[in-house]
Nanobody
């Protein structure tokens, strides 16, 4: 596959949880790049949600999800995960997984232009 593939979205009530997964594309060694999750709600710009470094040793979160979401990666499975807990209606959006440009450090970029490969997205809907 030439792009990452997300799964795990759905409809959940406020306070509930969803586990999102992203299978990386096969264009390069998985440990060559950081992974990120972004989201876009209707009528809003795409925003950074969370990212994880190539080694998995560094993670970053948007303030809006800090303490509720957890990102992780299993390099042997070429997969990144986003555990979303205590979901709120304002978390409703299409969630996108993205692979960064080749990383030469263990930093985690927040800017979308630092990500080269994007998935099609998975819908997360949180009802009140």
């Amino acid at each position: 596959q030439v792009q990452p593939v997300e799964s795990g979205g759905g409809l959940v009530q406020a306070g509930g949880s969803l586990s999102l997964s992203c299978a990386a594309s096969g264009h390069s060694s998985f440990t060559n790049y950081a992974m990120g999750w972004f989201r876009q709600a209707p009528g809003k710009e795409r925003e950074f949600v969370s990212g994880i470094s190539r080694s998995g040793g560094r993670t970053v979160y948007a303030d809006s999800v800090k303490g509720r979401f957890t990102i992780s990666r299993v390099n042997t499975k070429r997969t990144v995960y986003l555990q979303t807990n205590s979901l709120k209606p304002e978390d409703t959006a299409v969630y996108y997984c993205a692979e960064s440009l080749p990383a030469y450090s263990d930093d985690v970029p927040r800017e979308s232009n630092q990500y080269a490969y994007w998935g099609q997205g998975t819908q997360v809907t949180v009802s009140s």
